[in-house]
């Protein structure tokens, strides 16, 4: 692969740029596969994936010595894990060394979509914390949605709003991921297509927009809440510069993550980086010198507060007395209905946690929400017609029949062919491969109904 001449000329006077190895690596152009697995759904990776190193920023990656066809692996569609670039996942580092996760956190993650990053927070975070994982555009936001369905936790949340709207939420959240849309050069690797789309120009436009996207969504962190600025770019415009525009715009202090151990990330080829005018500290990844793609990362503290304060809505109690037949159905449904909260919305039932209906509803009045917890289903005259969220989510009642099927049949599912298994059950049953449900089918004797959504199923054939 033959890099923009431009890119190298600028780079040239980059902490930790290595222009001979930097280009050799590019030609070469081999990219690692990483996995996360979901500690929710599983301990260890699973055994058919060729695992070969833990990654060693992050608790729950791994490097895998070969890319499977992930679309044929039912573990992928169960929400297991998620395919993510080793890189990207020093978000766990900095989260630990930036903000104490044994307390109740508001936590938003604004550029989303997919959600590699969002799976990673909902992962380190405890259950009476709350995560809402937001994306502006419309379409990405429905891939963000799939994505945390299938990491099928009850304390998250998916908006899809500017970041100028967080600003109705003054001082809302402890920390604030911005994962900013960048001229992304540190995955051309990945992506050599990306090459010829590469500029100059592109920098400077995604630089002065990277700035308006903190300006915007600055008044929505509390006062000593932590904010976590990253991209893709290796320029200094999207990365240096920007630590300089945070210090002299924003109310903020850099957060140097290597304070405890100066050591480790000499150990992991992670390149401590400062920035011109505030020698403000941010850590840079060359695909050269780590395991992993291009990548910047660099953490701030809020010092002042600069907002005005949201407004926290009285919420009244449940009234759970005319709902008593429908508790009697969820039960069948949802482990521990009674430490859940459930309510109904343009006749959709959703689960949360109770710690969050009052956050429920400044999200309500402010956001637009494209998930809130998990969406169980629709109330029908005797049972629930239950949603694929709720397949995939980690609260489903091991009172829910299982139908166990083989690899075979799981990639017939999932492809939403016809196929009947032979099986007793009789109705609703979670359709799961080696145990891990990957959606629902309805068996009825002679016919089983396959309710795979249509969206998401396999489209190509097995290679
Ligand atoms: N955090 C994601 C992950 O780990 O999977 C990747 C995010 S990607 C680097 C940046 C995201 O910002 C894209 O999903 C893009 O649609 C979104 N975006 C684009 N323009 C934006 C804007 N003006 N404000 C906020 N987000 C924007």
């Not at 990945?190 to 436009?205: C, F, G, H, I, K």
């Not at 700035?211 to 990365?239: F, H, M, P």
Request: hydrophobic share 35%; proline share 5%.
């Amino acid at each position: 692969m033959s890099l923009p001449q431009a890119l190298l000329d600028s780079l040239s006077q980059v902490t930790g740029y290595q222009a001979d190895s930097f280009i050799k690596t590019h030609e070469l152009g081999d990219s690692p596969t990483s996995i996360r697995i979901n500690p929710s759904k599983i301990d260890i990776p699973p055994a058919h994936l060729k695992i070969q190193d833990p990654v060693p920023w992050n608790n729950n990656g791994y490097y895998l010595s070969e890319r499977p066809a992930f679309t044929f692996d039912p573990y992928f569609h169960a929400g297991t894990y998620y395919v993510q670039e080793a890189s990207s996942m020093f978000l766990e580092y900095a989260v630990r060394q930036s903000i104490d996760l044994n307390n109740e956190l508001r936590v938003l993650d604004l550029c989303a979509a997919p959600g590699g990053k969002s799976t990673l927070l909902a992962s380190l975070l405890n259950s009476d914390s709350l995560l809402v994982s937001n994306e502006v555009i419309k379409s990405r936001a429905n891939i963000l949605v799939d994505n945390m369905s299938k990491w099928g936790l009850t304390n998250t949340y998916v908006t899809n709003n500017d970041p100028k709207d967080f600003s109705r939420i003054g001082g809302y959240f402890d920390l604030i991921v911005v994962d900013a849309p960048c001229s992304g050069s540190g995955l051309f690797r990945r992506d050599p297509e990306a090459v010829t789309e590469w500029s100059l120009d592109n920098v400077a436009m995604c630089s002065h927009r990277q700035q308006r996207i903190l300006a915007d969504v600055w008044d929505s962190l509390k006062e000593g809440g932590i904010l976590l600025y990253s991209t893709c770019s290796y320029s200094e415009a999207e990365n240096e510069t920007i630590m300089d525009w945070i210090l002299d715009n924003l109310s903020a202090k850099n957060i140097v993550l290597d304070k405890k151990d100066t050591t480790v990330l000499d150990q992991w080829g992670i390149i401590r980086t400062a920035s011109a005018k505030h020698e403000s500290i941010g850590y840079r990844f060359y695909p050269d010198q780590v395991k992993g793609e291009g990548f910047f990362l660099a953490a701030f503290q809020k010092i002042k507060a600069d907002y005005q304060p949201f407004y926290q809505p009285r919420v009244k109690p449940q009234r759970t007395k005319s709902f008593k037949q429908e508790k009697n159905i969820l039960t069948h449904w949802i482990d521990d209905l009674e430490d859940k909260m459930w309510f109904e919305k343009n006749e959709n039932i959703y689960l949360i946690n109770p710690e969050h209906e009052a956050d429920l509803k400044v999200l309500q009045n402010n956001l637009y929400i494209k998930k809130a917890g998990i969406l169980l289903g629709q109330m029908g005259a005797k049972d629930l017609i239950p949603e694929h969220e709720l397949a995939l989510s980690t609260s489903i009642s091991t009172k829910v029949p299982v139908l166990d099927v083989s690899y075979e049949e799981a990639i017939a599912y999932l492809r939403k062919d016809d196929f009947v298994p032979d099986t007793p059950l009789r109705g609703w049953c979670g359709v799961a491969y080696e145990g891990h449900i990957l959606g629902w089918g309805k068996a009825l004797g002679n016919r089983f109904n396959n309710y795979y959504p249509k969206e998401l199923r396999i489209l190509s054939r097995l290679p």
